[in-house]
Each structure stands twice: as structure tokens, then as C-alpha cells.
């Protein structure tokens, strides 16, 4: 059978369809075709291939994400989405742009530029659009121009029957039905292939500035955050940057007109008081994830006024389940990301050490006292042996429609099986 599926796979590709190499792999679990449609038509016959066959579909972007989420049960075809790398249309005067799921968000970028305009889910990565959308990151300026679902204006998939489906356009308004673009953004390619999608934009601002203050406790942190929040400085983004040991900055980024980032620069300097600082050039980790290889990475949420509280309890969990916990992210959105380690001076040192133990046990207390802080807590990435030691996306609300969304897109469970919530 394994060379009758490569046949029709060559077939449907334009003979872009392969033998999985050693790299083939998603979380481990080695595939054993890779194909890389370059159209949505060719992605089309790509999934009538695998529906016929009975074949679980992962769909790969850069692969720099696929770890992201429970491990798929079954993976038999990567789809890789590289060859659908333009931008179709930019129609700068509308502030839209149509692009292939599979162009770099870096090149995209860069395009953008030239007209002045950019897609607000800074910083750029090598990552692609696809990816992106599907694994629903967005970065620190989702304060000022909301989640990268919210910049979603149109979209195009492939279903795992193969039949293509169209949602939203080029203009910004509301589609009967489902609004596809809405349901696939942050679906980890459970429910689709996204081919194309298109996105509002945004002007690049014509200058920035980031004020800093440091701070030393979880008190202190919240004090600053509700300062700025309650103030007229309008930021276009707040995030928190915060080691182990609790030494924690403050950052503010202020946007727009040169004149009004330079005013509004000396407010926040004079809110924040003397041990502030500016700077026009955001700080290093600005953007950046708090976990390395190996490590393992939380995506937690939590009320503004809440944010107090995470804090508490993350230390508290830390400190007992023998971790260090970095925190960083947009804590005036509610979204923080969290990277833990193995405590130095604990009995496993280094991220190849890290103990599922402690790992499943930090995540119980703190889903233990997600009331308090009125959030949740998702393990995104870690050591398979982590993942496999508890439940990453924790309790969710409204499974059984998700469930049933589920079973309406992909009946056959083909698509990336058992990689979502609630073994979707
Ligand atoms: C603000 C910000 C900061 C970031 N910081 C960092 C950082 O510090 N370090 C870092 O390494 N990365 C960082 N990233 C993430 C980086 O951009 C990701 O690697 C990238 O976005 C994921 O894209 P990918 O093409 O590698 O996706 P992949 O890893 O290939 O895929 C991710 C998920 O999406 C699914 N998928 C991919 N393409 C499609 C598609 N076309 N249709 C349906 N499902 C699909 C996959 O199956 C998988 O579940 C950051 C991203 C943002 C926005």
C-alpha cells in the first residue's frame, strides 16, 4: 500500500511528496510521508489521499512549534505548508493583506514594511503565518491591537475530506454560519489545513519609546501595572519580565507621532517615579519565551487584578515542587508565559533533569488556585515525558461543543488526532 499512497501523493503535489525522512517527526513520533501541496487545490487532493487511506495528517509550517499541544496519537502524513509562500494580494490602501498560509511571518513583514505597514503580532520569527494562526500567539502589542484572532479578517482551509472552505474576505464584517477564521485560530491543525488567510493592519508607528521600572515583589508589581492601566499614558503594550527569585521589570511601550511618544515618555518616567527608565530600544527579552530547550513553558491567564495573586501562588508552588519559574508576558492583557526549570541546589539540576513529578505537581497547585487569580494554566511545551505525565490544557468549559465542532470538520479524527483539548 506504501507505494500506491506515495504514487497519489506525487500526483496530487505536482511529485512534491516523499519517503519521511529522520527529521519527518512530530514530537517524537516519526511520520512516514511528507507532502508539501502548493496551492490550496493541491492540498485538496493531498487530503482526499489521506481521507482514502485512512492517513493521520499533521500539518507542518517551519516546525518550530510542533511540540506545542498533547502528542498527535497517530501521525502517517506531514503536510508541509512551504511551498505556498506568497503574498497574494496586498492592498495597502484597505490596511489588508492576503497571504499563504505557509509565507515566513518574517518575510511578510519585511514586504510590509515597504509600505509602511506591518502585522501587529510582534516581534517577527521565522515561524510561518500558518503556524502562527494555528497555535494563536500573539506577542506584547496585543494590548494596543488585540490577539492575532482578532487580525484574522478572511481565511481559506482544506478539510480533512478534502473539501475547501472559505470564511470572512477582504473587508471586516461578520460571516453567517461558522466563522472559520475564528474556529481555526489556535486549533493546532486539529480542524483544518489553513492555505491562505487574510489580515487587517496596521501602520507602522513612527516612533517608540519603553519605560522601565524595577521591582522586587509581587506587590509592588501589581501597584506599578494598576498605576499605568488607570493612567492616561495609553501604552501600546505592558509586560512583566521576572526571574526565580522574584526580581521583576516593569516595561511599558508608548506608540505613535514622534512629539506624543516623546510627552508621553516624560509622563510615564514622572508616574513611575525615579527609579524608572527610558530607553529607545525595547529591553532584550522583550518578545522573547522564558523557556529554552528542553525546558518546560506554561501559557497561564489571569484577571488584572489577579495578577497579585498568580504571583503568590506560582512562588508557592515553586518553591514546594523544588522549580524555578520565570515569568514574562502581557500582564495587562492577562496573558503571561511561564518557563521552569529544575531549582539549582535541588537534587536534579538542568532542563534534561526536569522531574514530571514536580512538574505535574506545580501545575495541579496552581490549577488549584486558578480561582484566585481567575485564569487558567496550559502546559504548551515540555519533555514528552512531562506531557504524557498530565493533562496540558487542564479543565476546559464547553467540551462537548467543541467536540461536536470537531466531529463536523473531521469525522474520521484524521487531523493531528488527540493533539487538542479534551483528546480532540
Ligand atoms: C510575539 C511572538 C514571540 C515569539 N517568540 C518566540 C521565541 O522567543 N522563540 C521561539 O522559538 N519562537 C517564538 N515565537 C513563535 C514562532 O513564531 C513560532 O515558531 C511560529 O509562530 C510557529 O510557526 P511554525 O510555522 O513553526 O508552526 P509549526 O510549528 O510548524 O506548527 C505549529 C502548529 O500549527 C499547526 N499548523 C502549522 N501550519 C498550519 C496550517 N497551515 N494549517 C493548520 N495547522 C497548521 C501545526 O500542526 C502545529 O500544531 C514567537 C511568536 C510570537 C508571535
Given at each position: ?8 501523493l ?5 511529485d512534491h ?12 513520533m516519526?511520520?512516514?510521508w511528507?507532502?508539501s501541496p502548493g496551492s ?5 487532493a493531498?487530503m482526499?489521499v489521506?481521507?482514502?487511506h485512512?492517513?493521520?495528517?499533521v500539518v507542518r509550517g517551519?516546525?518550530?512549534?510542533l511540540t506545542?499541544g498533547?502528542?498527535?496519537?497517530r501521525?502517517?502524513?506531514?503536510v508541509?505548508?512551504t511551498r505556498?509562500?506568497a503574498?497574494v494580494?496586498?492592498a495597502?490602501g484597505d ?6 498560509a505557509?509565507c ?6 519585511q514586504?510590509l514594511?515597504?509600505?509602511g ?11 510561518t503565518v500558518g503556524g502562527t494562526?494555528a ?11 488585540g490577539?492575532v484572532?482578532?487580525?484574522?479578517i478572511?481565511?481559506?482551509m482544506v478539510?480533512?475530506d ?5 470564511s470572512?474576505?477582504k ?8 466563522d472559520?477564521?475564528k474556529?481555526?485560530?489556535?486549533s493546532?491543525g486539529t480542524l483544518?489545513?489553513?492555505?491562505e ?14 519605560v522601565?521600572?524595577?521591582r522586587?515583589s509581587a506587590a509592588a508589581v501589581?501597584?506599578?501595572l494598576?498605576?499605568?492601566v488607570?493612567s492616561q499614558?495609553?501604552p501600546?503594550a505592558v509586560?512583566l519580565?521576572?526571574a526565580?527569585?522574584g526580581?521583576?521589570t ?5 506608540e505613535?507621532?514622534?512629539p506624543?511618544v516623546?510627552a508621553?515618555t516624560?509622563?510615564?518616567l514622572?508616574?513611575?517615579g525615579?527609579?524608572a527608565?527610558?530607553?529607545s ?5 522583550w518578545?522573547?519565551?522564558p ?6 513553558l ?5 484577571e ?5 495573586h498568580?504571583l503568590t ?10 522549580l524555578?519559574?520565570h515569568?514574562?508576558g502581557?500582564?495587562?492583557v492577562g496573558s503571561v508565559?511561564?518557563g521552569?526549570?529544575a531549582a ?5 539540576v538542568?532542563?534534561a ?9 506545580l501545575v495541579?497547585?496552581?490549577?488549584q488556585?486558578a480561582?484566585s487569580?481567575?485564569?487558567?494554566v496550559?502546559?504548551l511545551d515540555?519533555p514528552r ?5 498530565l ?17 463536523r470538520f473531521?469525522?474520521?479524527r ?7 483539548v479534551?483528546?480532540?
Amino acid at each position: 500500500m506504501g507505494d500506491v499512497v506515495l504514487q497519489e501523493l506525487r500526483l496530487a503535489t505536482d511529485d512534491h511528496a516523499a519517503a519521511a525522512g529522520p527529521a519527518d517527526t512530530v514530537d517524537g513520533m516519526p511520520a512516514r510521508w511528507v507532502a508539501s501541496p502548493g496551492s490550496t487545490a493541491e492540498t485538496s487532493a493531498v487530503m482526499r489521499v489521506a481521507a482514502v487511506h485512512d492517513l493521520a495528517v499533521v500539518v507542518r509550517g517551519a516546525g518550530n512549534r510542533l511540540t506545542w499541544g498533547a502528542p498527535p496519537e497517530r501521525c502517517d502524513l506531514l503536510v508541509d505548508s512551504t511551498r505556498m509562500d506568497a503574498v497574494v494580494e496586498h492592498a495597502s490602501g484597505d490596511l489588508v493583506v492576503v497571504v499563504q498560509a505557509g509565507c515566513r511571518l518574517d518575510v511578510l513583514q519585511q514586504r510590509l514594511a515597504g509600505a509602511g505597514q506591518w502585522l501587529a503580532v510582534d516581534p517577527p520569527r521565522p515561524g510561518t503565518v500558518g503556524g502562527t494562526v494555528a497555535a494563536a500567539l500573539s506577542g506584547p502589542t496585543r494590548l494596543a491591537h488585540g490577539a492575532v484572532r482578532d487580525l484574522v479578517i478572511g481565511m481559506t482551509m482544506v478539510r480533512a475530506d478534502g473539501v475547501v472552505a472559505h470564511s470572512g474576505g477582504k473587508v471586516v464584517k461578520n460571516v453567517a454560519g461558522y466563522d472559520v477564521g475564528k474556529l481555526l485560530t489556535g486549533s493546532y491543525g486539529t480542524l483544518g489545513v489553513i492555505t491562505e488567510v487574510a489580515f487587517r493592519l496596521h501602520p507602522l508607528p513612527k516612533a517608540r519609546s519603553w519605560v522601565s521600572l524595577p521591582r522586587h515583589s509581587a506587590a509592588a508589581v501589581h501597584e506599578a501595572l494598576q498605576r499605568v492601566v488607570h493612567s492616561q499614558l495609553v501604552p501600546g503594550a505592558v509586560e512583566l519580565d521576572r526571574a526565580a527569585d522574584g526580581s521583576a521589570t516593569l516595561t511599558v511601550q508608548l506608540e505613535g507621532v514622534a512629539p506624543g511618544v516623546l510627552a508621553r515618555t516624560a509622563a510615564a518616567l514622572e508616574l513611575l517615579g525615579p527609579s524608572a527608565t527610558a530607553g529607545s530600544r525595547p529591553p532584550g527579552w522583550w518578545g522573547i519565551q522564558p523557556a529554552g530547550t528542553g525546558e518546560v513553558l506554561l501559557k497561564v491567564t489571569h484577571e488584572l487584578a489577579g495578577l497579585p495573586h498568580l504571583l503568590t501562588a506560582l512562588d508557592a508552588a515553586a518553591a514546594r515542587h523544588r522549580l524555578a519559574a520565570h515569568v514574562r508576558g502581557s500582564v495587562a492583557v492577562g496573558s503571561v508565559l511561564v518557563g521552569l526549570r529544575a531549582a539549582e541546589g535541588g537534587n536534579r539540576v538542568g532542563p534534561a533533569a526536569l522531574g514530571p513529578d514536580e512538574v505535574a505537581g506545580l501545575v495541579a497547585d496552581l490549577r488549584q488556585r486558578a480561582a484566585s487569580f481567575g485564569g487558567s494554566v496550559v502546559v504548551l511545551d515540555g519533555p514528552r515525558v512531562v506531557k504524557e505525565s498530565l493533562d496540558v490544557w487542564g479543565p476546559v468549559g464547553a467540551i462537548d461543543l467543541m467536540r461536536s465542532v470537531k466531529h463536523r470538520f473531521d469525522p474520521a479524527r484524521l487531523l493531528a488526532p488527540g493533539r487538542f483539548v479534551g483528546g480532540i
